[in-house]
């Protein structure tokens, strides 16, 4: 397989939809090789089945155009950042070998989000050492490989971001991944109500669509465009062009 430039992993299909499905598109808009990984099915989930779950992530994952979309099929709920989860990871990242990998931050309101975040902070590292032996499912031995960078996305929580991506080019696909999803939010952009008896959840509160978008216009305001996507990352980020931090026409 050719290597993929984006990798999105998470821990729940729609998490990467939620936040970051604009930088997916833009990815793709570029001409790059974009994938997702879920760690799970998200079988917890209050609202939907596994079935219609799995339908509407098919139908994400149209609008994104992604070169791929795997779950490694971890139980939901107190994902355990064990050598097996994270070996389980590392045939991955080997298989797929990402340039960029998009993950959680590491402190978020859903402890599976976090673990997330663990188990690629290890699976990125521990993927580069040759002595740790994977096998792929062609039964042979897979090459290591280290992402060259692991970027954080913007979940419930918020931090100062490193970095905003411009993602107003793609902003209508960007909403359409979010509804994709209608068996979590019960309600779109028209604000329609849930049925009667279905439970309401931190999804289906009233303004989660809105949110979505107000976040977006919020971080496209910083950079002086009309939506943007944050990123957190270890470090600094460098650059090789100064002018190409320059997304503003008004200073
Ligand atoms: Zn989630």
């Avoid at 791929?68 to 950042?81: F, P």
């Avoid at 090459?143 to 209508?172: A, N």
């Amino acid at each position: 397989m050719t290597h993929i430039d984006i990798l999105g992993v998470a821990a729940h299909p729609d998490d990467v939809e939620l936040s970051c499905a604009g930088t997916m598109l833009a990815a793709k808009a570029g001409g790059k090789r974009t994938a997702i990984v879920d760690l799970t099915y998200a079988e917890l989930s209050t609202r939907g089945t596994l079935e219609s779950r799995g339908k509407e992530t098919d139908e994400a994952t149209k609008i994104l155009g992604l070169d791929g979309r795997y779950n490694l099929g971890i139980a939901d709920g107190n994902i355990e950042t064990s050598k097996e989860n994270v070996r389980k990871l590392i045939k991955y990242f080997r298989m797929l070998r990402p340039t960029i990998v998009l993950c959680p931050h590491f402190s978020e309101r859903h402890p599976d989000h976090e673990a997330a975040s663990e188990l690629v902070h290890q699976a990125s590292f521990y993927s580069g050492l040759a002595k740790i032996e994977t096998t792929g499912d062609d039964g042979k031995p897979q090459e290591p490989h280290r992402p060259l960078m692991v970027l954080h996305f913007m979940q419930t929580y918020i931090f100062e971001p490193k970095l905003i991506l411009d993602v107003s080019s793609v902003f209508e696909d960007r909403m359409r991944t979010v509804q994709a999803y209608r068996s979590q939010f019960g309600r779109g952009k028209d604000g329609q109500k849930i049925a009667s008896g279905e439970r309401e959840t931190f999804l289906t509160q009233s303004g989660f669509y809105e949110w979505i978008e107000a976040r977006a216009r919020h971080y496209g305001m910083q950079i002086g465009v009309q939506y943007g996507e944050p990123f957190w990352c270890e470090g600094a980020v460098g650059i090789k062009d100064l002018f190409s931090i320059i997304t503003k026409n008004i200073a």
